[in-house]
């Protein structure tokens, strides 16, 4: 991995001109090293990233444009432009845009651990993806995906 170089990453570009399509949603990766990774995020309505559970990492979100409603360790909540959302390692959390608007939002774990790969993974899969294809290829990568509420079934 790369050690970090000054400098500023310029809007509308990331990392190695790298722009994933990740379930639908459009992740560019912006910066990354070992101890950090961090990447833009654009949510279209209706889609979401279900609950999960990143073990080894902590993960934030800084909402810039529209408004996320989460769970949070079981508890919903909801965040907006300005808000900064904390997701400490271990402790279950979802993402979802049940607006009619984009939603836009920088995303940063730390350590980087095994995400950056699981987004090459990922990448093209497309909204339809085999649900359960995409919790084996997550669990690959240390990322555990919960099962559905049982009032979901």
Aim: one cysteine or more; proline letters at 10%; hydrophobic letters at 40%.
């Amino acid at each position: 991995m790369k050690a970090m170089t000054p400098g500023i990453v310029k809007s509308q570009t990331g990392m190695d001109h790298i722009s994933w399509n990740i379930l639908g949603q459009t992740y560019v990766p912006k910066q990354m090293t070992e101890a950090c990774f961090s990447w833009h995020a654009t949510l279209p309505p209706g889609t979401f990233v279900p609950p999960h559970i990143h073990p080894d990492q902590d993960e934030f979100l800084y909402i810039l444009e529209g408004r996320f409603d989460l769970l949070l360790d079981g508890q919903e909540t909801m965040a907006e432009p300005g808000d900064l959302v904390k997701l400490p390692r271990g402790i279950p959390h979802g993402i979802f845009n049940k607006s009619d608007a984009t939603i836009k939002t920088l995303f940063w774990v730390t350590p980087t651990a095994r995400l950056y790969d699981l987004f090459w993974a990922l990448h093209n899969l497309g909204p339809k993806a085999d649900p359960a294809e995409v919790v084996a290829i997550s669990a690959a990568h240390a990322i555990d995906f919960l099962p559905p509420p049982e009032d979901a079934k």
